[in-house]
């Protein structure tokens, strides 16, 4: 946006004085009511996280919000709040908006998604007695992608009780990848600028993040007979890999002590070997309980070659966290026992870290008990929140913040790390279905460059036993290479 600087002389209405202020609210006036303290000052800490100021937000009648700058004169008023932010179940209408037509630049070069708002008015910032006027509640979308309000009490869920993409808004109206909040916060941050020129705001660079969900650390060394008969049938006549006739025992024998080198899920080296060419640290989530026999690990995290695995991966810089079982996000109890679990193994093997997170088994979330869990495990951060079906921005962000609680209405000790993209969601028939050929990576790419235009950290989860072909490999290398 140049600043803004002929926003007055282009707006004849601004000509005419700062009384000239005229806000179309909604009907609804209970849109105050539900954006009670807790979440402003929770909006605060994200305001402060993102501009490094020293925002303050207070209300101006039942339907109006100021956002000041503490020393500053002045201010920025959003005068159209949406009582919807803040409700489950309730269909929000859908529009766009041209930055670029008012003289504001957008990050990604492309009109905005508004949720919210049917239709919205021209321009939608005015100059108002004492600042500008913002006919477009940001605030409330911030606060309504991030809380995750929409999955509250969720009605459709997908066959592993997930909200699936194709139910969120962002999924039906065709900007699930995204980054609505970090769009429409750049143009907040214009519009700091433009009232108070002499803030500095804070300046974000592009980060990645490697993860590695450890559902199977090994092929053959922890099935047992019955199990391990049939994987190796299903190499020999499946996979066409004879040679499992004669490795997997081998290997099944001699994990012992450690991964076997020749056991083809043991691709914990070569990840952080590409991770550390790229001064990158990658994160492995080891799974510490049994809540479902037939979807949860067959390894136990005391085992020998386990503990030889973790120490590993700490000597050499990365992070290990909590995978927690298949039916854990319903059960807190179990969670924290998890948790415990994990962090005693690490503290037997003399493992510390200054914090310790996690991603659900299966990306299964449900708002806000799963929240609840991991603040009653003690976990510092969670990074589930991506949709399993398909890439993109779950949360309408690919920044960390802090987890809100919805339903209760209060702010959380917990961290969220968004995961925007897992490779199954990618590559996988039972999603996208991209192979692992060129469609697949400019899918990849076309994310992280979204994740770049924002300053954003693009989360890949990619799982250790997903690097099994050189094809895999090649297009995991190339896309943190991209």
């Keep these: 946006m140049n600043e803004m600087t002929a926003l007055y002389d282009r707006n004849p209405r601004a000509r005419q004085g700062a009384a000239l202020e005229a806000a179309r609210l909604p009907q609804d006036s209970s849109a105050a009511a539900t954006a009670g303290e807790p979440v402003l000052a929770w909006l605060e800490q994200i305001l402060h996280e993102r501009f490094g100021l020293p925002l303050r937000l207070e209300r101006d009648g039942p339907e109006r919000l100021l956002l000041r700058y503490a020393g500053e004169p002045g201010h920025i008023l959003f005068d159209r709040l949406q009582p919807g932010f803040y409700l489950s179940g309730v269909e929000l209408p859908h529009t766009q908006w041209d930055a670029v037509s008012e003289g504001f630049s957008a990050p990604l070069d492309m009109p905005l998604p508004a949720p919210g708002a049917a239709s919205l008015p021209r321009p939608l910032v005015e100059p108002v007695s004492g600042g500008l006027s913002v006919h477009y509640d940001i605030l409330g979308l911030t606060f309504w992608m991030l809380s995750r309000q929409e999955e509250v009490d969720a009605q459709v869920l997908d066959r592993h009780c997930r909200f699936p993409a194709s139910a969120s808004h962002a999924g039906r109206h065709g900007y699930i990848e995204r980054p609505v909040v970090d769009e429409w916060l750049a143009v907040l941050g214009q519009l700091i600028r433009c009232q108070w020129p002499r803030a500095v705001l804070r ?21 047992h ?32 002590r450690r991964l076997h080198p020749l056991d083809p899920l043991n691709t914990f080296d070569w990840l952080m070997d590409v991770s550390e060419r790229h001064g990158l640290t990658s994160a492995f989530y080891f799974i510490c309980g049994r809540t479902d026999p037939r ?22 810089g990365h992070e290990i966290g909590l995978h927690p079982s298949y039916h854990t996000f319903r059960n807190p109890k179990e969670l924290a026992n998890e948790a415990e679990r994990l962090r005693r193994v690490c503290a037997e093997e003399g493992i510390e870290q200054e914090q310790w997170g996690g991603r659900m088994h ?45 339903v209760k209405g209060e702010p959380l000790a917990l961290r969220i790390r968004p995961l ?26 076309k994310l992280k460059a979204r994740c770049r235009a924002v300053g954003g950290t693009f989360t890949l989860l990619w799982h250790n036993s997903e690097l099994t072909t050189s094809a895999q490999r090649a297009l995991y290398q190339r896309v943190l290479e991209a």
């Design 420 to 445: 925007i993209a897992m490779e199954a969601s990618v590559i996988s028939p039972l999603y996208l279905g991209l192979g692992v050929g060129e469609e697949a990576f400019e899918c990849f790419s």
């Design 295 to 316: 979807k949860d690990a067959d390894y136990e995290p005391e085992h020998p070659a386990m503990r030889h695995l973790m120490r590993q991966i700490h000597e050499r």
């Design 225 to 256: 007979d019955v199990r391990l008969a049939r994987v190796i049938a299903g190499d020999v006549l499946r996979n066409r890999r004879p040679q499992a006739l004669l490795v997997a025992p081998w290997v099944r024998l001699r994990t012992r």
């Design 362 to 406: 299966y990306l299964r979330w449900q708002m806000p008990l799963t929240l609840q869990g991991y603040v009653q495990a003690e976990l510092d951060y969670d990074t589930t929140l991506g949709y399993a079906e398909a890439p993109g921005f779950r949360c309408g962000t690919c920044f960390d913040y802090p987890a809100f609680d919805p």
């Design 203 to 223: 300046q974000h660079r592009f980060t990645q993040r490697p993860t590695h969900d450890v559902d199977r650390p090994s092929r053959y060394g922890f099935a």
